[in-house]
């Protein structure tokens, strides 16, 4: 880089910092006081800017013009673990075409940083936020991946773990060595006082695979916070010195074309004696900096934060709408209530889900999904399950019984996670096809049962394709793989069920995706088309009115979506029965952009199963 390219990068970063320097400094001292440690993280940030390239910058200046170019309706994600889907970031980089079939523009890899090699918890225990594990490639690599996915108008997405480090991190391995500036930037304790004191506000994350929020540390002598799994120990984010290092390593991962940064477990960064040590002030402080910062280095970039929280708790990381911290948040309780309706046939909690989401300002954007790589946790609102007559905690049993196929009738073959004798909590897990009943209907060789388990399959992706925000696919879905039971003969997986859902993917599997005849084929085509449909109608941006419409019939979902004075109905029955919607249709006829019926008057009846994207017929001409 030139000296005057440098000169002119480090005039810009002075004109970006004077927009937002009083509101950081602000902050930054409301955490860490005044203290040398500000000016030093400006200092590396403006070095970051003074070496991004010029494709990225020139990304930046125009994504700064185009502020909503996430949330148009052509914006669709898949997630997936590389090693699983391509062996390496090389294979992900050669299979970009498959996912250009599914007209994909944002791509989620799971976390692919340096990692333990045996116990990693799928990557979320890092031991290099700079370095690329090489059994999944090298950062050149990445860099490359990410070239190859901007020049097709793919955005990449990578997890930036903040809470934790693995404990292979130098920084624990110098901790337990003794080194007392290293065990500064965890939370370590020369004896059981204050643990105890925490253990008795603080709940715990994985009661069943990992209880406790601290280990002891044998070579330490100290007790180490350690929130997830005893091998993944929480930073100290009073250290302003973690809070710098965190920072740049997002800034360095940035400039490799990271594009999106899904911020993981956000409301556990701040603990606080006499708290759940969830969600507390200091965490949005946290978020509204790193936001700050990446404005100030890479204003390509965008936050999507990981909050699996109840709904009340999940809006506040948005930020307010001129202090954003969040761009983009996980839409859990939709995916909740979403697998609620699946069990119980009735979408009515699913619509008030629905309806306080629209309640939202529409700045707010959401990624919308079926499945993830993790559990479903049945966080449903309890007093919305109360009022339905229902008991929160006997509801709660008989979902995660259904969904591991031991309630009469159930369709679904999947398997309780953490279990919680003391509480009777528990989470279920499987591929979204093997909890609709695609699983059970091969092994029982009933046709019958298939075409039901792949019409729900593709009526709650649709259901995702419906919503505002970025509708995202995790890996397999599109063909309707389903569980692979193989982690339970690996000693380091065999005691987290989630792995049931973390698969190889089978491009055998993936060769039927085109021939409508098979499982694959179905899943394949019917998102094929459903994703056509919504990229070419800007009804689905994320700009648009949307609200539920009452239907007369708990089974049926109908969601309204209006903008410049156009509208489209999409409608949802979740029953294995055809149901009849007698509801008058206003002004006319409307047709079915999916199967290209036409309706006047009524809806009439729906077949199982079935959803249609209703839209006034004088627009199609
Ligand atoms: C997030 C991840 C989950 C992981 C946890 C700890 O919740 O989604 O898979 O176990 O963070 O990092």
Redesign the pocket.
Known sequence: MSESTAAARSRQFDRRLAACYDEFKWLYCELYGQTEHFQQLLDAARQFFIHRKSALVKLDATREKDPDWYRRSDMIGVMLYTDLFAGNLDGVREKLDYLAELQVRYLHLM?LLKMPEEFN??G??VSDFRQVDPRLGSNEALEKLADACRSRGMSLCL?F?V??TSDEHDWAVRARKGDPEYQARYQCYDNYDIPRQFEQTMPQ??PNTAPGNFIWCEEMGKYVLS???PY?WDMNYRNPVVFNEMACNLLFLANLGVDVFRI??VPYIWKELGTSCRNLPQVHTIMRMLRILAKLVCPAVIFKG?V?MKPSEVAPYFGPVDKPECDVLYNVSSMVCIWNTVATRDATLLRWQLDTLAALPREYTFVNYVR???DIGWGLEEESVRYLGMDPLEHKKFLYHFFEGNYPGSFARGELYNYDPATQDARSCGTAASLCGVQAALEQRDNGALDMALRRDLLIHGLILSQSGIPVIYSGDEIAARNDYSYKNDPAKAGDS?FLHRGVFSWEAAQNRHNPDTVEGRMFTGLQKLISLRRGEPLFDADAAVHTADCGNPHVLVLVREKDGRCLMAVFNFSESWQELTTPLVGGRWVDLISGDVMEGSIGWMQPCQMRWLVPQEETK
């Open positions: 976390p918890d799928g979320y225990a997890d773990i809470n934790h994350v994985f929130t997830f799994n993944q993981d477990a990981e699996v993830c790589h993790d989630r």
